[in-house]
């Protein structure tokens, strides 16, 4: 059966077909392409928002991370300051110690110093004491060009006065 309407010939059959092709076309399309690419956008939108989720997650975890290694910084540093305090104290005090100590043998052993000058000043006051009438009697001679050794006794007189 054709059915003739404005001059456009259609033949019934050809049209239920027709109609018939593209609805059996479109079930198909729908159940082996819409459907399963619809399942796998629907499917990558899940994981992209949980991969969305789990970078807030981690931001925060990072900022929470930073705030507490910022404030366990600033504890650290507070000791570590006062371990440097301590320490420079400690080493002022074994400084002045050791300052005290030095001081002290330095002033002791310029005691000693002194004193043994002092030993030998006198020991060579005395070596000198008993030689000088022989050490007048020579320079005599030689100042005069004479022979004065005879007169020992007179020297040594003199001397012993002169000490007095």
């Not at 629907?42 to 992209?48: L, M, Y």
Request: charged letters at 30%.
């Amino acid at each position: 059966m054709i059915l003739d309407l404005a001059g456009l010939q259609i033949s019934v059959p050809e049209f239920i077909w027709t109609i018939i092709s593209f609805f059996l076309f479109m079930f198909l399309l729908n159940k082996f392409l819409f459907k399963p690419v619809m399942s796998f956008m629907d499917e990558r939108k899940a994981r992209i928002d949980a991969g969305l989720e789990e970078g807030k997650k981690a931001n925060v975890a990072l900022k929470e991370n930073e705030a507490r290694l910022a404030k366990e910084l600033a504890e650290k540093g507070g000791e570590a300051r006062n371990v440097i305090s301590e320490a420079r104290s400690e080493a002022e005090k074994a400084k002045s110690e050791t300052l005290g100590t030095a001081h002290a043998e330095a002033e002791k052993l310029h005691k000693n110093v002194r004193e043994r000058v002092k030993v030998e000043e006198d020991a060579a006051v005395k070596e000198l004491d008993g030689s000088m009438p022989e050490l007048v009697a020579i320079l005599s001679g030689r100042l005069l060009g004479s022979d004065v050794s005879g007169e020992a006794a007179l020297i040594e007189g003199c001397v012993n006065k002169t000490k007095e």
